[in-house]
């Protein structure tokens, strides 16, 4: 798919897949928004993209997403900067790690903002234009999470089913305007996502950043739904819907188990 000249907002780009999103959108000749809460990591990456592709324009907007009412600035922000929304991608994201009881309830209410929240309401408000161009791409990062229940993340891994659920509904949706949707599905990858996290799992078999997007840029050329990172992920997540549900739970918390 040819993106040169358009202009994509990648949100969590302050690194591991959001920060590879943009690096690889920035050699398609692709113009950036660039958002993450960390205003310093964001300039330091739009110094890295400018000094090896000077005729792009990068900018970047510091904004905490996990709260309400952040897709109404973000869009405010957008557009004082004149940007035109070719390509969204939805990468910005967090899982608690640990028993549900024992956690406080704002943090998971933040959770559920960010992954879902926000997630829909920057769709919301990039979408339309796109399908009125007749031309754009919505990238969700969804999760191998999606495909079943994850004792030990239960917040998490139900986020990540809602991002599966709607983004593949929006394909059937968007189905004829030109605009390209796709939910990006990575298993455990090496990013920051887990030192968040405070705890160790799921440290065997972790794909680079790199893999993950690869694998969505390969997709975009594509015409299905949804792509699953890694041929063993698409095998777990394609195993999941032929076990029974009581033994996929056993086996999924299992899995999360801290190291």
């Not at 009881?101 to 919301?124: F, H, K, S, W």
Request: with cysteine; glycine share 10%; proline share 4%.
């Amino acid at each position: 798919m040819d993106l040169s000249n358009d202009t994509a907002l990648i949100t969590g780009a302050s690194g591991g897949i959001g920060e590879e999103f943009a690096v690889q959108l920035a050699r398609r000749g692709t113009d950036l928004v660039l958002v993450a809460r960390r205003a310093d990591k964001l300039a330091a990456l739009r110094d890295t993209l400018l000094a090896a592709h000077p005729d792009l324009t990068v900018d970047v907007v510091a904004v905490d997403l996990s709260e309400p009412g952040s897709g109404a600035e973000l869009e405010a922000k957008v557009r004082e900067l004149g940007r035109t929304v070719d390509v969204l991608i939805n990468n910005a994201g967090v899982g608690l790690h640990g028993a549900f009881a024992g956690q406080p309830p704002e943090p998971n209410a933040a959770q559920i903002q960010l992954n879902c929240g926000t997630l829909v309401d920057l769709t919301a408000r990039f979408l339309p234009a796109m399908t009125q161009r007749g031309h754009g791409v919505v990238v969700n990062v969804a999760s191998t999470a999606a495909f079943q229940p994850t004792p030990g993340m239960a917040v998490y891994g139900a986020t990540k089913a809602f991002v599966l659920s709607y983004t593949e509904a929006l394909w059937q949706e968007c189905k004829g305007t030109g605009v390209r949707v796709l939910a990006l599905c990575p298993g455990a990858t090496e990013t920051e996502f887990f030192a968040r996290t405070g705890e160790e799992f799921l440290t065997s078999g972790r794909q680079t950043s790199k893999q993950v997007v690869d694998t969505a840029m390969s997709a975009l050329d594509k015409s299905s739904p949804t792509v699953v990172s890694g041929w063993k992920n698409s095998l777990l997540a394609t195993g999941y819907r032929f076990t029974p549900r009581t033994l996929m739970l056993q086996v999924s918390e299992r899995l999360l188990k801290s190291n």
